[in-house]
């Protein structure tokens, strides 16, 4: 191993700023370690601000924001949620708390998100069917906006509501319109690997004031009005605590900043793997008005030409991945499409090859904010040379 190799390069690691510890010292000096406290409420507002939402309820986890969404969206047993297949396990774990099924659907080549035409096909074929869905869940991969004009139209049409998943989208916009105000209710993930993180925790966001206040109460167990505890209903213990919060506040006064480097590491990658053999620098491209905030930067693999007969074992995602790992440096496949998970076998889907065929030639590279160009210049070079 060279000397310059021993630093570990992460995938997407954590990046605190300067103003973190003021909000936590602030909440243990006054005693608001629990229960919700200035924090919370301060947070829940910055992320209103930013997200051009009147309503948000910070939460322990952005799974469990998509749980408590689903039940706002009244999905319960035996009913259908429309989801795409290309996503983390995350996003549709919840429609299984719910006693749900997922429908999936493939991607489309562009975004590499929810594909509109599969998306019609789903919707048409599930009513034929005698079932109208009870929601569309909608994500946003990589923070790579999704076909909006397209979905917002389809969605319309069939009357569907949409839960969108902006778990890794924070700080993306569609014409303007920051990701995740989209949906009648939306979803962020401030997890350890996201763009933004208060170690783990999750936001929903709501333009209806009484969904939100419905999530604020099934979130603190469904606590009837009354002096004890009274209680008619299912509740949860899904409350983002006080001193996470304050975190929260602290990072998203550098949302702006965070999108601005992301932005430039995929940029900066774009430039200088361009051309390196056998990689398609083909990445999931921003829809006419997108704008992505690059959470990962993902490259392709190109497609095996039959044409080129036997001959030394073309590279894949793993090979590269290995190669990376020997010089200390972390990458990850995409995600492994959900129709092809053990977990969902039998679930419906339509189409599923274009996914399919991503998590066969994709990778994503390291893309934390305060990775340097050394750090960089250190990835291309593994790959250049993995690729060589
Ligand atoms: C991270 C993520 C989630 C889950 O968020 P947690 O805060 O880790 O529970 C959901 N959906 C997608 C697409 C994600 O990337």
């Known amino acids: 191993m060279r000397s310059q190799d021993h630093d570990r390069i992460f995938l997407s690691p954590p990046h605190l700023g300067r103003h973190e510890l003021n909000y936590l010292h602030k909440a243990i000096e006054d005693n608001w370690v629990a229960p919700a406290g200035p924090n919370l409420a301060g947070f829940e507002a910055d992320i209103c601000a930013a997200v051009n939402v009147p309503h ?3 939460l322990s986890s952005g799974t469990a924001a998509l749980h408590l969404g689903l039940l706002l969206l009244g999905v319960g047993p035996g009913d259908e949620v429309l989801c795409p297949s290309f996503t983390f396990v ?5 429609i299984l708390y719910c006693g749900a099924t997922p429908v999936f659907v ?8 929810l594909c509109p035409v599969r998306l019609r096909e789903a919707i048409e074929d599930r009513l034929r069917r005698g079932k109208k869905p009870r929601a569309l869940l909608l994500v946003h991969l ?3 906006p999704a076909k909006m004009t397209e979905i917002l139209a389809l969605a319309a049409e069939f009357d569907l509501p949409i839960l969108e998943d902006a778990a890794e989208a924070l700080g993306a916009r569609f014409k303007g319109q920051p990701l995740g105000s989209f949906g009648r209710v939306g979803v962020f993930s401030f997890n350890g690997n996201k763009i933004l993180t208060t170690s783990g925790g999750g936001a929903l966001v709501a333009h209806d004031r009484a969904l939100a206040e419905r999530a604020r109460f099934l979130a603190t167990q469904a606590k009837d009005e009354a002096p004890h ?14 001193l996470l919060a304050g975190i929260g506040r602290g990072q998203m006064e550098l949302l702006a900043d965070r999108v601005k ?3 430039e590491i995929f940029r900066w990658y774009q430039e200088h793997l361009a051309g390196l053999p056998g990689l398609a620098v083909a990445p999931a491209a921003e829809p006419p008005g997108a704008l992505a905030n690059r959470w990962l930067t993902t490259v392709l693999l190109a497609p095996p030409d039959p044409a080129d007969g036997p001959g030394p074992p073309a590279a894949t ?6 190669a990376l790992e020997a010089r200390n440096i972390e990458s990850r496949p995409l995600w492994k499409p959900l129709h092809l998970q053990p977990l969902f076998a039998g679930a419906p889907v339509y189409g ?4 399919a065929d991503l998590f066969a030639r994709g990778l994503c590279l390291p893309s934390g904010t305060a990775l340097a160009e050394a750090d960089l210049r250190r990835v291309a070079d593994a790959l250049r040379e993995a690729l060589a």
């Open 352 to 355: 599923g090859a274009v996914c």
């Open 142 to 144: 990589y923070g790579v």
């Open 261 to 263: 480097r992301r932005r």
């Open 229 to 242: 505890y009274q209680h008619s209903e299912v509740g949860y213990n899904y409350r983002l605590s006080n």
């Open 90 to 94: 995350a996003s549709a774990n919840p």
């Open 56 to 58: 948000c309820v910070a």
């Open 106 to 113: 493939d991607s489309e080549p562009d975004t590499w998100n």
């Open 317 to 322: 995602p793993e090979t590269l991945r290995r």
